[in-house]
Protein backbone atom coordinates (compact mmCIF):
# COMPACT_ATOMS: atom_id res chain seq x y z
CA UNK A 1 0.00 0.00 0.00
CA UNK A 2 1.00 3.47 -1.18
CA UNK A 3 1.42 5.59 2.00
CA UNK A 4 2.51 8.63 0.14
CA UNK A 5 0.61 11.65 0.14
CA UNK A 6 0.11 13.46 -3.43
CA UNK A 7 0.63 16.79 -3.76
CA UNK A 8 -2.48 18.74 -4.83
CA UNK A 9 -1.92 20.95 -7.38
CA UNK A 10 -2.58 24.80 -6.06
CA UNK A 11 -5.34 26.54 -8.12
CA UNK A 12 -3.85 29.97 -9.94
CA UNK A 13 -4.31 32.90 -7.96
CA UNK A 14 -7.29 34.55 -8.78
CA UNK A 15 -7.97 38.11 -7.69
CA UNK A 16 -11.62 39.20 -6.80
CA UNK A 17 -12.36 42.75 -7.10
CA UNK A 18 -10.27 46.31 -6.18
CA UNK A 19 -9.24 45.10 -2.64
CA UNK A 20 -7.52 41.92 -3.97
CA UNK A 21 -6.26 44.05 -7.22
CA UNK A 22 -4.91 46.48 -4.70
CA UNK A 23 -3.15 43.36 -1.93
CA UNK A 24 -1.51 41.73 -5.02
CA UNK A 25 0.60 45.04 -6.15
CA UNK A 26 1.43 45.60 -2.72
CA UNK A 27 2.86 41.99 -2.72
CA UNK A 28 4.10 42.00 -5.55
CA UNK A 29 7.99 40.36 -6.08
CA UNK A 30 8.72 41.01 -9.71
CA UNK A 31 10.80 44.00 -10.37
CA UNK A 32 9.01 46.56 -12.47
CA UNK A 33 10.56 49.95 -14.31
CA UNK A 34 9.48 52.72 -15.84
CA UNK A 35 12.44 54.02 -18.23
CA UNK A 36 12.28 57.52 -19.22
CA UNK A 37 13.45 60.68 -19.91
CA UNK A 38 12.24 61.65 -16.11
CA UNK A 39 9.70 60.18 -13.78
CA UNK A 40 6.86 62.87 -14.25
CA UNK A 41 4.33 60.58 -16.17
CA UNK A 42 4.16 57.91 -13.35
CA UNK A 43 4.85 59.96 -10.27
CA UNK A 44 3.80 57.78 -7.09
CA UNK A 45 3.43 54.31 -8.76
CA UNK A 46 6.51 53.53 -6.42
CA UNK A 47 3.99 54.14 -3.77
CA UNK A 48 1.39 51.39 -4.71
CA UNK A 49 3.38 48.85 -6.41
CA UNK A 50 6.28 47.49 -4.37
CA UNK A 51 9.16 47.36 -6.06
CA UNK A 52 8.48 49.48 -8.45
CA UNK A 53 11.77 51.73 -9.53
CA UNK A 54 11.80 54.75 -12.09
CA UNK A 55 15.14 54.58 -14.76
CA UNK A 56 15.50 58.26 -15.85
CA UNK A 57 18.40 59.94 -17.81
CA UNK A 58 17.15 63.13 -15.80
CA UNK A 59 17.47 63.25 -12.35
CA UNK A 60 15.01 66.15 -11.50
CA UNK A 61 15.41 65.46 -7.30
CA UNK A 62 18.95 65.37 -7.29
CA UNK A 63 19.40 62.30 -6.20
CA UNK A 64 17.10 62.61 -3.01
CA UNK A 65 14.07 60.68 -4.24
CA UNK A 66 14.54 57.27 -2.92
CA UNK A 67 13.04 54.81 -6.38
CA UNK A 68 14.76 56.61 -8.90
CA UNK A 69 18.09 55.40 -10.44
CA UNK A 70 19.69 57.91 -12.90
CA UNK A 71 23.70 56.60 -14.00
CA UNK A 72 26.31 59.30 -13.15
CA UNK A 73 28.64 58.79 -15.64
CA UNK A 74 27.70 60.43 -19.26
CA UNK A 75 28.78 57.76 -22.24
CA UNK A 76 29.65 58.70 -25.53
CA UNK A 77 25.72 58.32 -27.75
CA UNK A 78 24.91 60.48 -30.85
CA UNK A 79 22.34 63.24 -30.71
CA UNK A 80 19.16 62.46 -29.21
CA UNK A 81 16.23 62.28 -31.48
CA UNK A 82 13.75 61.48 -29.67
CA UNK A 83 12.66 60.03 -26.10
CA UNK A 84 13.11 56.66 -27.98
CA UNK A 85 17.04 57.18 -27.96
CA UNK A 86 17.20 58.20 -24.42
CA UNK A 87 15.66 54.99 -23.72
CA UNK A 88 18.13 53.03 -26.39
CA UNK A 89 21.12 54.99 -24.42
CA UNK A 90 19.98 54.20 -20.85
CA UNK A 91 19.21 50.60 -21.96
CA UNK A 92 23.06 50.33 -23.00
CA UNK A 93 25.03 52.07 -20.25
CA UNK A 94 26.80 49.62 -17.72
CA UNK A 95 25.45 51.69 -15.19
CA UNK A 96 22.02 50.58 -15.57
CA UNK A 97 22.59 46.89 -16.69
CA UNK A 98 24.98 46.52 -13.31
CA UNK A 99 21.51 47.58 -11.43
CA UNK A 100 18.99 46.17 -13.59
CA UNK A 101 21.13 42.76 -12.06
CA UNK A 102 20.99 43.82 -8.52
CA UNK A 103 17.69 43.49 -8.59
CA UNK A 104 17.23 40.76 -10.45
CA UNK A 105 14.68 37.86 -9.71
CA UNK A 106 15.25 33.98 -10.67
CA UNK A 107 17.89 34.75 -13.65
CA UNK A 108 14.57 37.53 -15.07
CA UNK A 109 15.12 41.10 -14.87
CA UNK A 110 11.52 41.88 -14.87
CA UNK A 111 9.56 43.81 -16.37
CA UNK A 112 9.61 47.70 -18.00
CA UNK A 113 6.99 50.47 -19.25
CA UNK A 114 8.31 53.48 -21.47
CA UNK A 115 6.54 56.59 -22.51
CA UNK A 116 7.80 56.54 -25.95
CA UNK A 117 10.04 53.39 -27.61
CA UNK A 118 11.11 51.85 -30.90
CA UNK A 119 12.12 48.41 -32.31
CA UNK A 120 15.67 48.93 -30.86
CA UNK A 121 14.20 49.75 -27.52
CA UNK A 122 12.40 46.15 -28.07
CA UNK A 123 15.67 44.37 -28.93
CA UNK A 124 17.29 46.12 -26.09
CA UNK A 125 15.12 45.04 -23.31
CA UNK A 126 15.14 41.31 -24.59
CA UNK A 127 18.93 41.27 -24.30
CA UNK A 128 18.47 42.67 -20.16
CA UNK A 129 15.89 40.22 -19.72
CA UNK A 130 13.25 43.20 -19.27
CA UNK A 131 9.77 42.29 -20.66
CA UNK A 132 8.03 45.48 -21.99
CA UNK A 133 4.27 45.95 -20.65
CA UNK A 134 2.92 47.52 -23.78
CA UNK A 135 2.30 46.02 -27.06
CA UNK A 136 4.81 46.42 -29.84
CA UNK A 137 6.78 49.08 -31.11
CA UNK A 138 5.12 48.56 -34.64
CA UNK A 139 1.24 48.00 -33.04
CA UNK A 140 1.81 51.58 -31.10
CA UNK A 141 3.28 53.23 -33.89
CA UNK A 142 0.37 52.48 -36.43
CA UNK A 143 -1.72 53.55 -33.82
CA UNK A 144 0.23 56.64 -33.13
CA UNK A 145 -0.19 57.59 -36.77
CA UNK A 146 -2.57 60.40 -36.50
CA UNK A 147 -3.76 59.44 -39.99
CA UNK A 148 -4.66 56.20 -38.91
CA UNK A 149 -6.45 57.41 -36.08
CA UNK A 150 -9.36 58.82 -37.91
CA UNK A 151 -9.88 55.60 -39.57
CA UNK A 152 -9.78 53.51 -36.37
CA UNK A 153 -12.48 56.09 -35.29
CA UNK A 154 -14.65 55.63 -38.12
CA UNK A 155 -15.02 52.13 -37.34
CA UNK A 156 -15.87 52.84 -33.56
CA UNK A 157 -18.43 55.09 -35.03
CA UNK A 158 -16.42 57.93 -33.05
CA UNK A 159 -16.92 61.72 -35.13
CA UNK A 160 -14.19 63.65 -36.18
CA UNK A 161 -13.41 67.16 -37.20
CA UNK A 162 -14.85 67.56 -41.03
CA UNK A 163 -11.39 65.91 -42.58
CA UNK A 164 -9.70 64.35 -45.68
CA UNK A 165 -6.86 62.47 -46.10
CA UNK A 166 -4.26 63.63 -48.73
CA UNK A 167 -1.39 63.68 -50.08
CA UNK A 168 -0.58 67.46 -50.48
CA UNK A 169 1.75 68.64 -53.21
CA UNK A 170 1.28 72.13 -53.83
CA UNK A 171 -0.93 74.73 -52.60
CA UNK A 172 -3.15 74.89 -55.35
CA UNK A 173 -3.68 71.06 -54.69
CA UNK A 174 -4.13 71.54 -50.94
CA UNK A 175 -6.94 74.02 -52.02
CA UNK A 176 -8.55 71.06 -54.57
CA UNK A 177 -8.64 68.40 -52.17
CA UNK A 178 -10.07 70.12 -49.39
CA UNK A 179 -12.74 73.11 -51.41
CA UNK A 180 -15.58 71.66 -49.19
CA UNK A 181 -13.71 72.22 -45.53
CA UNK A 182 -13.66 76.07 -45.99
CA UNK A 183 -10.96 78.47 -46.38
CA UNK A 184 -9.33 78.01 -42.72
CA UNK A 185 -7.64 74.50 -42.28
CA UNK A 186 -5.54 72.79 -39.94
CA UNK A 187 -3.59 70.39 -41.30
CA UNK A 188 -1.41 67.70 -39.36
CA UNK A 189 1.07 64.90 -40.37
CA UNK A 190 1.17 61.61 -38.91
CA UNK A 191 3.58 62.33 -36.45
CA UNK A 192 4.70 64.73 -33.70
CA UNK A 193 3.78 66.43 -30.47
CA UNK A 194 2.87 68.74 -28.70
CA UNK A 195 1.72 70.81 -31.85
CA UNK A 196 4.89 71.42 -33.12
CA UNK A 197 3.94 69.21 -36.29
CA UNK A 198 0.13 70.87 -36.37
CA UNK A 199 -0.25 73.68 -38.89
CA UNK A 200 -2.84 76.50 -39.66
CA UNK A 201 -3.17 77.44 -43.02
CA UNK A 202 -5.99 80.26 -44.66
CA UNK A 203 -3.62 81.13 -47.17
CA UNK A 204 -0.69 80.72 -49.66
CA UNK A 205 2.00 82.67 -47.52
CA UNK A 206 0.73 80.37 -44.28
CA UNK A 207 1.25 77.65 -46.14
CA UNK A 208 4.65 78.39 -47.50
CA UNK A 209 5.96 78.81 -44.12
CA UNK A 210 5.63 75.38 -43.26
CA UNK A 211 5.76 73.55 -47.08
CA UNK A 212 8.45 71.39 -46.80
CA UNK A 213 7.45 69.66 -43.80
CA UNK A 214 3.58 69.23 -45.37
CA UNK A 215 5.02 68.02 -48.82
CA UNK A 216 7.33 65.33 -47.79
CA UNK A 217 4.89 63.23 -46.28
CA UNK A 218 3.10 61.05 -48.42
CA UNK A 219 -0.70 61.47 -46.61
CA UNK A 220 -1.73 63.87 -44.48
CA UNK A 221 -5.12 64.73 -42.69
CA UNK A 222 -6.55 68.51 -43.61
CA UNK A 223 -8.64 69.54 -41.31
CA UNK A 224 -11.76 72.20 -41.60
CA UNK A 225 -10.57 74.71 -38.76
CA UNK A 226 -12.87 74.90 -35.48
CA UNK A 227 -13.52 76.84 -32.37
CA UNK A 228 -12.35 74.54 -30.22
CA UNK A 229 -12.47 73.79 -26.77
CA UNK A 230 -9.28 71.24 -26.07
CA UNK A 231 -9.94 68.29 -23.80
CA UNK A 232 -8.56 64.81 -22.97
CA UNK A 233 -9.42 61.82 -21.22
CA UNK A 234 -7.57 58.61 -20.58
CA UNK A 235 -8.68 55.21 -20.14
CA UNK A 236 -7.24 51.83 -20.57
CA UNK A 237 -8.09 48.73 -22.55
CA UNK A 238 -8.35 45.46 -20.36
CA UNK A 239 -9.97 41.84 -20.93
CA UNK A 240 -13.07 42.88 -19.07
CA UNK A 241 -13.88 46.03 -20.93
CA UNK A 242 -12.24 49.73 -21.27
CA UNK A 243 -12.03 51.71 -18.03
CA UNK A 244 -12.47 55.07 -18.68
CA UNK A 245 -11.52 57.77 -16.66
CA UNK A 246 -13.06 61.59 -16.35
CA UNK A 247 -13.08 64.43 -19.05
CA UNK A 248 -10.33 66.62 -18.23
CA UNK A 249 -9.69 70.36 -19.79
CA UNK A 250 -6.59 70.96 -21.74
CA UNK A 251 -4.70 73.73 -22.01
CA UNK A 252 -3.07 74.81 -25.51
CA UNK A 253 -0.93 77.36 -27.33
CA UNK A 254 -0.56 79.44 -24.54
CA UNK A 255 2.28 81.91 -25.67
CA UNK A 256 3.60 82.31 -21.67
CA UNK A 257 4.03 78.62 -22.01
CA UNK A 258 4.45 77.05 -25.55
CA UNK A 259 6.07 78.56 -28.56
CA UNK A 260 3.42 76.00 -30.45
CA UNK A 261 0.39 77.11 -31.29
CA UNK A 262 -1.67 74.33 -31.33
CA UNK A 263 0.64 72.85 -28.28
CA UNK A 264 -0.29 70.68 -25.26
CA UNK A 265 0.70 72.63 -22.24
CA UNK A 266 -1.04 71.56 -19.57
CA UNK A 267 -4.64 70.10 -17.63
CA UNK A 268 -7.17 71.10 -15.66
CA UNK A 269 -9.68 67.89 -13.83
CA UNK A 270 -12.55 69.13 -11.80
CA UNK A 271 -15.76 68.82 -10.59
CA UNK A 272 -18.84 69.58 -13.35
CA UNK A 273 -16.24 71.18 -15.74
CA UNK A 274 -18.44 70.30 -18.58
CA UNK A 275 -22.43 69.71 -18.95
CA UNK A 276 -23.27 66.04 -18.11
CA UNK A 277 -24.34 65.26 -21.53
CA UNK A 278 -20.83 66.15 -22.93
CA UNK A 279 -19.24 63.81 -20.35
CA UNK A 280 -21.41 60.83 -20.78
CA UNK A 281 -21.00 61.38 -24.82
CA UNK A 282 -16.98 61.21 -24.11
CA UNK A 283 -17.36 58.75 -22.00
CA UNK A 284 -19.17 56.62 -24.41
CA UNK A 285 -16.99 57.79 -27.87
CA UNK A 286 -14.18 56.61 -25.35
CA UNK A 287 -15.93 53.14 -24.83
CA UNK A 288 -16.45 52.76 -28.42
CA UNK A 289 -13.10 53.37 -29.38
CA UNK A 290 -11.06 51.15 -27.13
CA UNK A 291 -13.36 48.22 -27.60
CA UNK A 292 -12.09 48.96 -31.24
CA UNK A 293 -8.64 48.92 -30.35
CA UNK A 294 -8.95 45.69 -28.24
CA UNK A 295 -10.38 44.32 -31.78
CA UNK A 296 -6.98 44.75 -33.29
CA UNK A 297 -5.62 43.59 -30.33
CA UNK A 298 -4.46 46.20 -27.97
CA UNK A 299 -4.42 47.00 -24.70
CA UNK A 300 -4.00 48.74 -21.92
CA UNK A 301 -3.41 52.19 -21.47
CA UNK A 302 -4.41 55.37 -24.14
CA UNK A 303 -5.01 58.98 -24.02
CA UNK A 304 -8.01 60.65 -26.40
CA UNK A 305 -7.81 64.11 -27.29
CA UNK A 306 -11.34 65.56 -27.77
CA UNK A 307 -12.46 68.78 -29.31
CA UNK A 308 -15.44 70.84 -28.30
CA UNK A 309 -16.93 73.27 -31.32
CA UNK A 310 -17.90 76.19 -29.18
CA UNK A 311 -19.77 77.42 -32.18
CA UNK A 312 -22.37 74.44 -32.65
CA UNK A 313 -21.34 72.28 -29.08
CA UNK A 314 -20.43 69.11 -31.25
CA UNK A 315 -17.78 67.21 -30.02
CA UNK A 316 -15.16 65.69 -32.03
CA UNK A 317 -12.22 63.18 -31.67
CA UNK A 318 -8.78 64.98 -32.20
CA UNK A 319 -6.19 62.67 -31.73
CA UNK A 320 -4.59 59.17 -29.89
CA UNK A 321 -2.27 59.30 -27.74
CA UNK A 322 -1.54 54.92 -27.50
CA UNK A 323 0.16 55.41 -24.78
CA UNK A 324 1.06 56.77 -21.02
CA UNK A 325 0.88 60.50 -21.66
CA UNK A 326 1.56 63.76 -19.77
CA UNK A 327 -1.82 64.09 -18.64
CA UNK A 328 -1.36 60.64 -16.63
CA UNK A 329 -0.13 62.13 -13.58
CA UNK A 330 -3.76 64.42 -12.97
CA UNK A 331 -5.16 61.05 -14.09
CA UNK A 332 -3.43 59.02 -11.14
CA UNK A 333 -3.94 61.44 -8.40
CA UNK A 334 -7.12 62.42 -8.26
CA UNK A 335 -9.64 61.39 -5.73
CA UNK A 336 -11.61 59.09 -7.50
CA UNK A 337 -8.26 57.17 -8.35
CA UNK A 338 -7.16 57.38 -4.72
CA UNK A 339 -10.18 55.93 -3.54
CA UNK A 340 -10.08 52.44 -5.91
CA UNK A 341 -6.65 52.40 -7.76
CA UNK A 342 -4.99 54.26 -10.42
CA UNK A 343 -5.60 53.98 -14.33
CA UNK A 344 -1.80 52.63 -14.87
CA UNK A 345 -2.55 49.86 -12.26
CA UNK A 346 -5.41 48.18 -14.28
CA UNK A 347 -2.54 48.50 -17.35
CA UNK A 348 0.33 47.23 -15.57
CA UNK A 349 -2.35 44.48 -14.30
CA UNK A 350 -3.27 42.87 -17.99
CA UNK A 351 1.10 42.18 -17.87
CA UNK A 352 0.82 40.27 -15.15
CA UNK A 353 0.33 36.89 -15.82
CA UNK A 354 -2.41 36.60 -12.65
CA UNK A 355 -6.79 36.33 -13.42
CA UNK A 356 -8.70 38.50 -12.12
CA UNK A 357 -12.53 39.72 -12.12
CA UNK A 358 -13.52 43.28 -12.04
CA UNK A 359 -16.59 45.20 -12.69
CA UNK A 360 -15.33 47.69 -15.24
CA UNK A 361 -19.13 49.24 -15.30
CA UNK A 362 -19.17 49.33 -11.56
CA UNK A 363 -16.02 51.07 -11.97
CA UNK A 364 -17.02 53.48 -14.24
CA UNK A 365 -20.29 54.41 -12.76
CA UNK A 366 -18.11 55.33 -9.95
CA UNK A 367 -15.81 57.25 -11.90
CA UNK A 368 -18.24 59.21 -13.59
CA UNK A 369 -20.03 60.57 -10.11
CA UNK A 370 -18.26 64.57 -9.64
CA UNK A 371 -18.84 63.89 -5.83
CA UNK A 372 -15.59 61.58 -6.81
CA UNK A 373 -13.73 64.30 -8.49
CA UNK A 374 -11.04 67.11 -6.73
CA UNK A 375 -9.69 70.07 -8.07
CA UNK A 376 -6.62 70.18 -9.73
CA UNK A 377 -4.07 71.67 -12.72
CA UNK A 378 -1.00 71.44 -14.27
CA UNK A 379 1.46 73.73 -16.32
CA UNK A 380 3.87 72.69 -18.68
CA UNK A 381 6.67 75.31 -18.62
CA UNK A 382 8.84 75.80 -22.14
CA UNK A 383 10.98 77.95 -23.03
CA UNK A 384 9.32 80.32 -25.40
CA UNK A 385 12.17 82.44 -27.22
CA UNK A 386 14.17 81.40 -29.91
CA UNK A 387 17.20 81.51 -28.38
CA UNK A 388 19.86 78.98 -27.00
CA UNK A 389 20.80 80.09 -23.19
CA UNK A 390 23.22 78.14 -20.89
CA UNK A 391 21.23 77.92 -17.31
CA UNK A 392 23.79 79.04 -14.33
CA UNK A 393 20.77 78.48 -11.53
CA UNK A 394 17.86 76.32 -11.83
CA UNK A 395 14.70 75.91 -9.10
CA UNK A 396 14.42 72.78 -6.91
CA UNK A 397 12.62 69.90 -7.51
CA UNK A 398 9.56 69.88 -4.58
CA UNK A 399 7.38 72.44 -3.04
CA UNK A 400 7.11 76.35 -3.46
CA UNK A 401 5.21 78.42 -1.78
CA UNK A 402 3.70 81.60 -3.34
CA UNK A 403 2.54 85.28 -1.18
CA UNK A 404 0.86 88.13 -1.65
CA UNK A 405 3.25 89.68 -3.06
CA UNK A 406 3.50 87.24 -5.83
CA UNK A 407 7.19 86.09 -4.79
CA UNK A 408 7.66 82.32 -3.88
CA UNK A 409 9.38 80.95 -1.88
CA UNK A 410 11.16 76.65 -1.76
CA UNK A 411 9.10 75.62 0.82
CA UNK A 412 10.16 71.63 1.16
CA UNK A 413 11.57 68.80 -0.08
CA UNK A 414 8.86 66.43 -1.26
CA UNK A 415 8.40 64.21 -4.28
CA UNK A 416 4.89 63.86 -4.44
CA UNK A 417 2.03 66.65 -5.74
CA UNK A 418 -0.16 65.16 -2.90
CA UNK A 419 1.92 67.30 -0.52
CA UNK A 420 -0.06 70.34 -1.57
CA UNK A 421 -2.21 71.39 0.94
CA UNK A 422 -3.85 75.25 -0.68
CA UNK A 423 -3.87 76.63 -4.00
CA UNK A 424 -1.12 78.85 -2.31
CA UNK A 425 1.40 76.28 -2.88
CA UNK A 426 2.28 74.22 -5.91
CA UNK A 427 4.64 71.12 -6.67
CA UNK A 428 7.43 71.99 -9.11
CA UNK A 429 9.55 69.05 -11.17
CA UNK A 430 12.28 70.72 -12.72
CA UNK A 431 13.81 69.56 -16.02
CA UNK A 432 16.02 71.84 -17.06
CA UNK A 433 18.88 71.87 -14.35
CA UNK A 434 21.66 74.11 -13.78
CA UNK A 435 24.60 73.28 -16.79
CA UNK A 436 21.72 72.47 -18.77
CA UNK A 437 20.64 74.64 -22.72
CA UNK A 438 17.16 76.10 -22.99
CA UNK A 439 15.99 76.17 -26.43
CA UNK A 440 13.09 76.74 -28.48
CA UNK A 441 10.51 74.38 -27.02
CA UNK A 442 12.29 73.08 -24.27
CA UNK A 443 10.83 71.58 -21.24
CA UNK A 444 11.54 73.80 -18.17
CA UNK A 445 9.14 71.85 -15.48
CA UNK A 446 6.40 70.89 -14.57
CA UNK A 447 3.75 73.01 -12.21
CA UNK A 448 1.07 71.33 -10.41
CA UNK A 449 -1.27 72.64 -8.11
CA UNK A 450 -5.04 72.49 -6.15
CA UNK A 451 -7.62 74.47 -8.29
CA UNK A 452 -8.04 75.97 -11.47
CA UNK A 453 -5.21 77.92 -13.34
CA UNK A 454 -7.58 78.49 -16.29
CA UNK A 455 -11.13 80.80 -16.66
CA UNK A 456 -14.47 79.15 -17.72
CA UNK A 457 -13.36 81.13 -20.85
CA UNK A 458 -10.36 79.68 -21.41
CA UNK A 459 -8.21 81.67 -20.34
CA UNK A 460 -5.16 81.76 -17.72
CA UNK A 461 -6.05 83.17 -14.04
CA UNK A 462 -3.68 85.88 -12.80
CA UNK A 463 -2.53 82.97 -10.41
CA UNK A 464 -1.52 80.97 -13.37
CA UNK A 465 0.59 84.16 -14.69
CA UNK A 466 2.17 84.67 -11.08
CA UNK A 467 2.95 81.03 -10.31
CA UNK A 468 4.52 81.01 -14.19
CA UNK A 469 6.17 84.12 -14.06
CA UNK A 470 7.69 83.43 -10.69
CA UNK A 471 8.88 80.45 -11.79
CA UNK A 472 10.85 81.99 -15.08
CA UNK A 473 12.17 84.30 -12.79
CA UNK A 474 14.10 81.55 -10.16
CA UNK A 475 16.26 80.45 -13.52
CA UNK A 476 19.21 82.32 -14.44
CA UNK A 477 20.64 82.17 -17.80
CA UNK A 478 23.08 83.89 -20.45
CA UNK A 479 22.28 84.06 -24.32
CA UNK A 480 25.68 81.90 -26.39
CA UNK A 481 26.55 82.47 -29.68
CA UNK A 482 26.88 78.58 -30.41
CA UNK A 483 24.00 77.43 -32.71
CA UNK A 484 24.54 73.49 -32.60
CA UNK A 485 21.34 72.02 -32.49
CA UNK A 486 20.44 70.77 -29.01
CA UNK A 487 20.53 67.31 -28.10
CA UNK A 488 16.94 66.52 -27.85
CA UNK A 489 14.31 68.64 -29.78
CA UNK A 490 10.60 68.07 -28.82
CA UNK A 491 8.74 67.61 -25.55
CA UNK A 492 10.01 65.24 -22.77
CA UNK A 493 6.89 64.90 -21.26
CA UNK A 494 4.01 63.40 -23.82
Known sequence: MDTKKKSKKKDPVKLKGIADIRRFFYKNETPIYFISATNFNLL????????????????????????????????????????????????????????????SKGGRNGKALFLMFDEKTEELAKEQ??????????????????????????KAGVPCVPYVLSPVTDYEQLREVSAHLGEELVIQTPFGDSGHTTFFISNEEEFDKHADEITQESEVKIMKRINPRGTAIEACVTRHGTIVAPLMTELVGFKEL????????????????????????????????????????????????FLIDQDNGQLYLGELNPRITGASSITNHAVFALADAPLFIFHILEYMNVDYELSVNELNKRWARQENMDSWSQLIIKHTEDTIEYVHEAPRSGIWKMYDTGHIQFDRMDTHRRAVETESEAFFLRITKKGDYLYEGADMGILVSRGRMMTDDFRLTQRARNWINAIRAQYSSEMVEDKRKPQLQGSLTK
Open 129 to 154: KLKIMFPSAQKRTSMDNKVNTNRIAE
Open 44 to 103: GADEWIKGFRFICYIECFDGQHPNVFSPKEEIPHDDFEGIEDINNYLLQHPEVQDYLKTR
Open 258 to 305: TPYKGGWCGNEIFPNAFPAGLRQKARKYTQQFGDQLRESGYKGYFELD
